[in-house]
T-cell receptor, first 114, second 112 residues
């Protein structure tokens, strides 16, 4: 039973480029969460999605960031026109219906903006 | 919104001794409190959790206690081993909210 999958594991972008981060939840999980972790800091909530719906995006920056979880395929976190301050580890977590609070994390994508 | 504070930020204990990490939360509506262990460069791993209808939960060498009145909860690791060295994060949420609010982490080092 594969856990939460994320790719790529490492991503290098130059300022102004776009970054696309992908997350496939655990089998049977239909709830996806994205968190950001800056070096030596805790995890900060960004967005909570179910299939084809954004449930809570209160932690998402208003500009340049967007997320989706289509009916088919992985959830995608998109960062447009990246800046150096976007460099961080981005973790995806998933949970199953009825147990939304119990979240299991993927290995993360480490984004480095040059 | 919820605010979670975690102490200490670093903790060193001799192998075999116990380690205790404490967290406080601000939102009295919070009713679910997980603990995650994160090794360097790895994913946060859920190690134990507690719901507000119980005061204590134990799983082998790990236990968590919850004091709802004081709004704090603690992680206890007994008979510590070198593989317990990691960063530990507490978190809080409430059913229907789902987003986890994390503490700032405790770097635990087990001294052989």
């Amino acid at each position: 039973n594969a856990g939460v999958m994320q790719n790529p594991r490492h991503l290098v972008r130059r300022r102004g480029q776009e970054a696309r981060l992908r997350c496939s939840p655990m089998k049977g999980h239909s709830h996806v969460y994205w968190y950001r972790q800056l070096p030596e800091e805790g995890l900060k909530f960004m967005v909570y999605l179910q299939k084809e719906n954004i449930i809570d995006e209160s932690g998402m920056p208003k500009e340049r960031f967007s997320a989706e979880f289509p009916k088919e395929g992985p959830s995608i976190l998109r960062i447009q026109q990246v800046v150096r301050g976007d460099s961080a580890a981005y973790f995806c977590a998933s949970s199953q219906p009825g147990y939304q609070e119990t979240q299991y994390f993927g290995p993360g994508t480490r984004l480095l903006v040059l | 919104g919820e605010n979670v504070e975690q102490h200490p930020s670093t903790l060193s204990v001799q192998e075999g001794d116990s380690a205790v990490i404490k967290c406080t939360y601000s939102d009295s509506a919070s009713n679910y409190f997980p603990w995650y262990k994160q090794e360097l460069g790895k994913r946060p791993q859920l190690i134990i959790d507690i719901r507000s209808n119980v005061g204590e939960k134990k799983d082998q060498r790990i236990a968590v206690t919850l004091n709802k009145t004081a709004k704090h909860f603690s992680l206890h690791i007994t008979e510590t081993q070198p593989e317990d060295s990691a960063v530990y994060f507490c978190a809080a949420t409430n059913f229907g909210n789902e987003k986890l609010t994390f503490g700032t982490g405790t770097r635990l080092t087990i001294i052989p």
